[in-house]
């Protein structure tokens, strides 16, 4: 029991050094926007769509329903971009709101 309750020890310590600091995580969200507004803004639908996770929730400005796969993703995106003017992303720098798991 003992060898046991050290191996679980070992492995949630282990999992705890990979953990970001929140200046890393701040920066990679700040990273995932630009690179989200670079695509939009150069119409780039397979890019775009590759930002997304395999299983997608996109309910898109100009969407009139909720959208749910990559294929989805990218036929909106492309509607999007074949409208003109053509939409362009402004002020690309996110602020993401911190929420604490103790809030209600």
């Known amino acids: 029991m003992r060898y046991a309750f050290s191996a679980l020890l070992a492995i ?19 990273q995932v926007a630009q690179n989200w507004a670079t695509a939009f803004n150069s119409c780039d639908s397979v890019k775009a ?6 299983e997608p929730v996109l309910w898109g400005t100009v969407a009139p329903v909720i959208i749910t796969s990559p294929a989805g993703v990218q036929q909106y995106f492309e509607r999007v971009c074949s409208s003109n003017p053509k939409p362009q992303v402004q002020g690309s720098q996110s602020r993401p709101e911190e929420h604490h798991d103790n809030e209600t």
């Open 12 to 30: 949630g310590l282990a999992g705890c050094q990979s953990t970001s600091s929140p200046e890393t995580a701040k920066a990679e969200v700040g």
């Open 49 to 54: 769509t590759t930002l997304y996770d395999s």
